[in-house]
């Protein structure tokens, strides 16, 4: 058994349902990801270089799809080890080899675990450092509103910095007070979200006449896959405002019944979020993009002026020029007061984004930590928080790193966002194999539970894996670079994961692929 299972925890019980699907909802943030990841999926291209930005719903229903696979199997086996405390996934992985009655499946325990605490950590460690970026992105995006200048790349990396330890500060101090932030900000922003998004459908049903060019002709015309390729591409880029749901399976050891709410939790949390959340506001931002929308390209020494959804895909924050452009046409002129209004929404979503995810990386680095399959530094908890100090404070300065690559162009944020994206799919198809492994042998065992949905949820996340794969390496260079930051990144993390296994197992005598040592 893992060794974080085995020793006395100082951690207290305190979440309940809503505690724990308020942390996993805090990832899921429908305030920061329209506004941040609108333009990444706007100025998103096929190979041949053409738009796939109308694409851009259908791809998010194809990653939501995904999503829902991969979160019935995580509340399975959520349900089936309510023990997991910080481990998550990666106690799923070991259990599911270990809990079987034929002695030789158990080999494959400590290699499984490895692999999944890989993807883990390639997917949670630098999710907070695109967050971190997007912050500062956002800081900088203000900045222009207020001045007319524009920040330098260095100005953006010292925002980042101090972003990132800020939050750490408040995971620091403890999962309570992280749980009271994220809950506030999530009805804030689902309020102020709602608000914009009904204005924006009344902004073209109230009077279509307008514009003369609207980006989609019709309702239908946004809702409806225009092609396979673009909604592979869009799906690969739309995971990143879906992932979450699964975050709360790391608070085990805090939930006061995680049998029964962490799994509740899982659902709830993609539920709210992205079926409801997600799906109404980008057909409200997409349903009223038009020739009004403007903004400016910059090739070299030449400036040209795109309108539509090329402008969206030129801004660095497309949703605050919606919210000018609907203030100054719908709501008296208030344009610039409303886009400052929801921007301060957004930062606090962004916030509670990144918080989120950062107790999520920690706890799962502890886990591992305890196992020895990391570093001592991070198998810490602090004295007075009960919090793994070490850990956070690591994070901080690789978010920090990770930001300063996503802050110098849309591509290096694009290329961040691929890498998290990566182990994302790597993790969540580990985790409905593990399902199907679990369950296999057990006599609760369903056909469709435990079979048809891990199946499937295997699949589609393979696909996805080669899409990025594919997609990216075949595209134009912008998407060429990206692809280059994202493998880039992955590799680092796999080279330095294999090395200190090695190295770790040559002094443990610990074989990778064996039988368990007794704990």
Excluded at 30 to 47: D, E, K, V
Excluded at 136 to 145: C, E, K, N, S, V
């Amino acid at each position: 058994m893992s060794q974080n299972q085995s020793s006395p925890s100082p951690v207290t019980r305190t979440l309940g349902l809503t505690g724990v699907t308020v942390n996993a909802m805090a990832l899921i943030a429908p305030g920061a990801f329209l506004w941040i990841t609108y333009q990444l999926q706007a100025s998103a291209t096929a190979p041949d270089g053409g738009s796939v930005a109308s694409d851009m719903w259908a791809g998010i229903v194809c990653a939501l799809i995904l999503a829902f696979l991969t979160a019935l199997s995580y509340a399975e086996l959520a349900r089936l080890y309510p023990e997991a405390g910080f481990g998550s996934c990666y106690y799923f992985a070991e259990r599911a080899f270990l809990d079987r009655e034929r002695k030789e499946h158990h080999k494959w325990a400590r290699l499984a675990k490895i692999v999944t605490g890989w993807a883990a950590h390639l997917f949670y460690w630098v999710y907070p450092g695109v967050m971190v970026a997007m912050m500062a992105t956002l800081i900088g995006y203000m900045y222009t509103q207020f001045t007319g200048g524009t920040l330098s790349n260095a100005a953006l990396t010292i925002i980042a910095v101090v972003f990132a330890a800020v939050t750490g500060y408040i995971a620091y101090r403890g999962v309570s007070g992280s749980t009271l932030t994220a809950f506030m900000i999530n009805v804030i922003q689902l309020i102020t979200l709602i608000g914009f998004s009904a204005v924006a459908i009344a902004y073209r049903m109230l009077n279509p006449q307008q514009a003369t060019q609207w980006a989609f002709s019709n309702a239908w015309d946004v809702l409806r896959p225009h092609s396979l390729q673009g909604v592979l591409i869009q799906s690969t880029l739309a995971i990143l405002i879906l992932v979450g749901f699964e975050s709360c399976t790391a608070f085990a050891a805090e939930a006061k019944n995680p049998k029964r709410d962490i799994p509740r939790a899982v659902i709830i949390s993609l539920v709210i979020q992205g079926l409801f959340a997600y799906l109404f506001e980008y057909f409200a931002a997409s349903f009223m993009v038009n020739e009004k929308l403007v903004g400016t390209v910059t090739s070299g020494t030449t400036t040209s002026t795109v309108t539509g959804m090329a402008a969206a895909g030129a801004s660095s924050a497309p949703m605050g020029d919606m919210a000018i452009l609907l203030g100054n046409s719908v709501l008296g002129g208030i344009g610039f007061g409303l886009m400052i209004s929801i921007a301060v929404t957004v930062g606090l979503a962004i916030l509670g984004t990144t918080l989120s995810c950062l107790n999520t990386a920690v706890r799962v680095s502890y886990a591992m930590a305890q196992d020895e399959e990391m570093p001592e530094i991070l198998n810490a908890l602090h004295g007075r928080f009960a919090t793994p100090h070490r850990a956070v404070w690591v994070l901080v300065a690789v978010s920090a790193l990770i930001a300063a690559v996503g802050v110098r162009s849309v591509v290096g944020l694009t290329g961040i966002a691929l890498a998290s994206n990566l182990g994302t799919f790597v993790l969540y198809g580990l985790t409905c194999l593990w399902t199907i492994i679990a369950f296999s042998h057990r006599q609760e065992f369903s056909f469709v539970k435990h079979g048809v949905v891990p199946v499937l949820g295997l699949l589609a996340n393979l696909a996805m894996l080669a899409a990025i794969v594919y997609l990216y390496i075949i595209g134009n260079s912008d998407s060429q670079s990206e692809a280059y930051i994202c493998f880039a990144i992955a590799g680092a993390w796999a080279l330095v994961s294999l090395a200190y296994v090695i190295v770790k197992s040559r002094r443990t005598g610990r074989v990778l692929v064996g039988a368990p040592q007794a704990q």
